[in-house]
T-cell receptor, first 112, second 113 residues
Framework: ETGVTQSPTHLIKTRGQQVTLRCSSQ?????VSWYQQALGQGPQFIFQ???????GRGNFPPRFSGLQFPNYSSELNVNALELDDSALYLC???????????FGPGTRLLVL | GQNIDQPTEMTATEGAIVQINCTYQ??????LFWYQQHAGEAPTFLSY????GLEEKGRFSSFLSRSKGYSYLLLKELQMKDSASYLC??????????????FGSGTQLTVLP
């Protein structure tokens, strides 16, 4: 158990819709990262938030956006969904001063 | 950019030892991680190497050679529950304050009875 939770566990959307995924990490975990994992691949870094501000971004378009809140929760928003957005979305948090990232169980998104 | 290579699949027998290799090419280097991921579940942290050498943690050990851009994960006394995907991930120095990890595609290990 990492203490990182995500909701919902599964989600089905249609092309063009918008989706919000949620993550809640432990107290004291002030860094949260979001990853996209396609089937049979390793996770790909989307972005990271530290103290409620984005402080790093991978090669994802602006329709992927996020928020981090003071209570250690965060959101990943994806607009104008495309079929290729179908994947497992993972949230990972790091305790203050630690390098290790601890992953939540993920949200599996299917775009039809 | 980053390039991380690891074998796609490996098979081993219960009770045996298996070594999963990972090679990487990065613009900088700031640590290498190994994660275990069972099907349909989240990756779980196994090890972190930032200096050269071997780190041992129970049945699992991880080795790093920064000059060769090479790491391996060694699993001893294999158990059926070790059947999973093993992910190698590198944090490059260009990430700055961001703890951005670049993952390999994973090695699917199957442990046979």
């Amino acid at each position: 158990e990492t203490g990182v939770t995500q909701s919902p566990t599964h989600l089905i959307k249609t092309r063009g819709q918008q989706v919000t995924l949620r993550c809640s990490s432990q107290s004291g975990h002030n860094t949260v990262s979001w990853y996209q994992q396609a089937l049979g691949q390793g996770p790909q870094f989307i972005f990271q938030y530290y103290r409620e501000e984005e402080n790093g971004r991978g090669n994802f378009p602006p329709r992927f956006s996020g928020l981090q809140f003071p209570n250690y929760s965060s959101e990943l928003n994806v607009n104008a969904l495309e079929l290729d957005d179908s994947a497992l979305y993972l949230c990972a948090s790091s305790p203050r001063g630690e390098e290790t990232q601890y992953f939540g169980p993920g949200t599996r998104l299917l775009v039809l | 950019g980053q390039n991380i290579d690891q074998p796609t699949e490996m098979t081993a027998t219960e009770g045996a030892i298996v070594q999963i290799n990972c090679t990487y090419q990065t613009s900088g280097f700031n640590g290498l991680f190994w994660y275990q991921q069972h099907a349909g579940e989240a990756p779980t942290f196994l090890s972190y190497n930032v200096l050269d050498g071997l780190e041992e943690k129970g049945r699992f050990s991880s080795f790093l050679s920064r000059s060769k851009g090479y790491s391996y994960l060694l699993l001893k006394e294999l158990q059926m529950k070790d059947s999973a995907s093993y992910l190698c991930a590198v944090r490059d120095a260009l990430s700055g304050s961001a703890r951005q990890l670049t993952f390999g595609s994973g090695t699917q290990l199957t442990v046979l009875p």
